[in-house]
């Protein structure tokens, strides 16, 4: 499956410096597809409305059970604040046992960088 457009969520400074975080979410078993699916739904609705967030995009390889997302950030502080609140938090605590492996890789770029590009984000995560 394609990765998703990027979603923009709020306007960039091309000079500014903004926070570039890849997400790997490997799903554990076909059994907790739809509950993954749904809280994908419901933190997409908190990105929207999440004070730092930049965008955003998603990648799913479904039938592997691989998800990615890329998002930016104003900052590291917006970052921890999305992840701490609900229906991030929530989630993160359904799914805990139900997940692989995680990885997160994050890394800085220019506002007139924006958006990250997958064939990067994908070179970073396969280094």
Do not use: C
């Amino acid at each position: 499956m394609p990765a998703t457009p990027w979603f923009v969520l709020a306007a960039v400074e091309p000079d500014r410096e903004y926070l570039v975080q890849l997400s790997y979410l490997p799903l554990g078993g076909f059994r907790k597809l739809p509950a993954f699916f749904r809280h994908v739904q419901a933190i997409r609705g908190q990105l929207q409305r999440t004070e730092g967030a930049v965008g955003y995009s998603l990648l799913a390889h479904v039938l592997r059970l691989q998800f990615w997302t890329l998002s930016a950030w104003q900052d590291r502080s917006a970052l921890n604040a999305f992840v701490r609140a609900d229906p991030h938090r929530r989630a993160m605590s359904a799914l805990r046992g139900h997940m692989g492996a995680t990885r997160f890789i994050e890394w800085r770029v220019r506002g007139a960088e924006l958006p990250p590009r997958w064939p990067d984000a994908m070179g970073r995560f396969k280094a």
